[in-house]
């Protein structure tokens, strides 16, 4: 079973960066793909963006391209997700999480449990 805990968020002005950080303890960590989500309250969450398992193919929600990247360090266990060009709608409990990708999709489908997230707030 792959443990997954988010950390990096924070309050950041509209325009601003955050770079959040996904570590992952278990073995498979480097054979699975990987990706992103965000849910705010009352709404259900969805797909940010997901690399594939060797990191040279990744793919991002029409919200947030050109905006966000997501990067992996295999050796490190680790996930991460540049965010930039912040905006208010940003805002949201941001998640990491394995799953299924199939390269042109352009999403992944969740298979583990969820952690407990890491807040992101944009706002002035």
């Known amino acids: 079973q792959l443990q997954l805990v988010e950390s990096g968020g924070g309050l950041v002005r509209p325009g601003g960066s955050l770079k959040l950080a996904c570590a992952a303890s278990g073995v498979t960590f480097g054979s699975r793909a990987m990706g992103w989500f965000r849910q705010v309250p009352g709404k259900e969450r969805e797909f940010v963006a997901t690399?594939?398992?060797?990191?040279?193919?990744?793919e991002y929600a029409d919200s947030v391209k050109g905006r966000f990247t997501v990067s992996r360090d295999n050796a490190k266990k680790m996930v991460y997700l540049q965010m930039n060009s912040l905006k208010p709608e940003d805002t949201a409990v941001y998640y990491c999480?394995?799953?299924?990708?199939?390269?042109?999709?352009?999403?992944?489908?969740?298979?583990?449990?969820w952690g407990q997230g890491t807040q992101v707030t944009v706002s002035s």
């Open positions: 690399i594939s398992w060797s990191g040279e193919s990744a």
């Open positions: 999480n394995h799953g299924t990708y199939y390269r042109g999709s352009g999403y992944m489908t969740p298979l583990g449990s």
